[in-house]
Every structure is written in C-alpha cells, then in structure tokens.
C-alpha cells in the first residue's frame, strides 16, 4: 500500500514527510506508456507531489507542480490534493537516453535545465498562490530544495527517487521531505546532515521493506518526532463527460463545428488518465441546444 506520513518534533523545530509511491508511479507508467527515464523523472514529480499534498491543510485545497526544462520529457505536470489524490502528466512519455556517468537513469538530461518549477498551491482564495523559480538541475529533488529556500523561505532536504525493474515496471519509489522550522536550532541542523550523508538512496530503502515511518524514524533518530498525519495514496483523475462537455462549451459553436466538419467527429483524450471522450454530430447539437 502507498502512502505518505508527516511528523514533527516540536521543540527541535523539525517538520518531516515521507511516503512510498511504487504502485502510484507503475499506475501513471502504465497509464502514460513511458519509458524507463520518463518514468524516473515523472514518477519523482508524482511523489514530490504527493509529499506537499499533505502539507495543504483544508480538504478541498490542492497543490500542482510544473516543470518545463527544455528537455526532451517536455513538460511535466503533478497535481494532488490533501486527501492523497495524485494525477499527472508528461509531454514525451517515449523520452528516453543512455545512463548517465553514474551509471544512473539520466532524469536531468531528458528534463533539462534551463527552464523553471512552477507550484501554484489552490487554497480556496480568491487568487492561488504561484510561485516559480528557475531549475537548478534538473533531478527534481534538488530544484524542489531550491523552490523552498527561494520562494518559501522554508530550509528543507528533498529526497526522491524512482527504481525501474529490467522489464521496465517500478521497483520502488518514494521520498522524503524534511523542513527546517523558525526556532530549529543549528545542533538539530548538524545532526540531520550528518544522518543524511549516511543514509541509502529512498528507492534502496523502500526496496529494503522500510516503511516511510521506519525511514523517518532512521533519519531523525536524535529527535522525538511525533506521527501526526498519514493519507493512502491514489493515482485518481476526477474527470468525467460533463467537465469535457463543460470544455466544448467554453470553445464554442463555431469551433466545435469546424472540427466535426474536418474529422466527422469530436473526439477529446484527458491528459491524465488518456480516457476519449467521443461525441457525435448529435451528441454536439444537444449540447449547445441547452
């Protein structure tokens, strides 16, 4: 089962999320059909955003990361709300290229690096909170690092990690996030750069049946963390033939009519489940005749 869980040391000032995706990111592999380094890159933007999902506190409110590197992925979109729903999308799911030197799956080379991550958090306000900065890599991880200190203002260590199995399903996938608060002191800074030089990558660690609570619990060991949330996780798209009907209308008679008359019918896939919706001529008329 895939899940993700917060904890948090108050008088350290630690604030700490961790969760395993491995089904979640085979769900959206299988889904999108990618390719072993797609489904690396893809597969950290889905976990990265399950992880923040559980840092948005009202239930309808939801996250949504983008990156756009210029690299051969295209861009890549990961969208989750605070229930542990989590859906997404990569423009060239067929991206794919040698190991990188460490011999390691080259997610910054498909990904690019002279583009930006864009978060906009959907609080129920009136305007979503939008925040961008320019990527620092290209590995996910440490552009997510880079967000936090920049636009946040919030220290935090971003691990994520996608393991592909030779027959290109996931092996493992998962992550971890760890936020420094206010009134953290700088010997509870020291102690966790000292536990992460020692610790195995997140995908070893799940592959080694660590649970995310085991995994917090290794890392922050010198301090008395406090589990206070836990959410299932799912790779759900809401979408539905009213929304795409909702979307025609929004295009117009005019339009709708143009491509009915070039390819006979109308026909709309959703970016992130890749459900057609059809609509015939019929199907049309009754639609604008409401």
């Known amino acids: 089962m895939d899940y993700v869980v917060r904890a948090i040391d108050e008088k350290a000032g630690i604030l700490a999320f961790c969760g395993r995706t491995t089904n979640l990111v085979e769900k959206a ?24 999902g559980l840092m948005l506190k009202g239930e309808k409110d939801t996250v949504t990361l983008r990156v756009d590197g210029g690299g051969s992925a295209g861009i890549i979109v990961a969208h989750a709300d605070s229930k542990g729903n989590v859906k997404g999308f990569i423009g060239n799911p067929g991206a794919n290229i040698p190991l990188n030197q460490k011999g390691k799956l080259d997610v910054a ?39 936090f200190a920049k636009s946040e203002q919030i220290p935090s260590s971003v691990a994520l990690g996608v393991l592909v ?24 800074v020291a102690s966790i750069e000292e536990q992460l030089k020692n610790t195995k990558p997140v995908t ?12 917090l619990k290794n890392l922050l060991k010198d301090f008395e963390i406090t589990f206070t949330a836990k959410h299932v996780l799912n790779y759900h798209c809401s979408c539905s033939k009213e929304k795409i009907e909702r979307i025609l209308l929004s295009l117009g008679k005019n339009e709708v009519d143009d491509i009915l008359r070039s390819q006979g019918t109308v026909e709309l896939i959703c970016n992130y489940c890749r459900k057609s919706y059809r609509f015939e001529k019929e199907d049309i008329d009754k639609i604008f005749s409401v």
């Open 29 to 52: 592999r299988l889904i999108h059909d990618t390719l072993p380094t797609a489904s690396a890159a893809f597969g950290r933007l889905l976990t990265a955003s399950a992880l923040m």
């Open 109 to 147: 080379g498909i990904v690019g690096s002279t583009g930006t991550l864009t978060v906009v958090k959907d609080l129920g306000l009136k305007e979503p909170y939008v925040g961008q900065v320019p990527l620092v890599s290209g590995e996910i991880a440490e552009d997510l690092t880079y967000y």
């Open 165 to 188: 199995d030779t027959d290109g399903s996931i092996k493992a996938s998962g992550g971890f996030i760890i936020q420094l608060l206010p009134r953290a002191e700088e010997k509870a």
């Open 204 to 215: 070893q660690l799940i592959e080694d049946k660590l649970s995310p609570e085991d995994i």
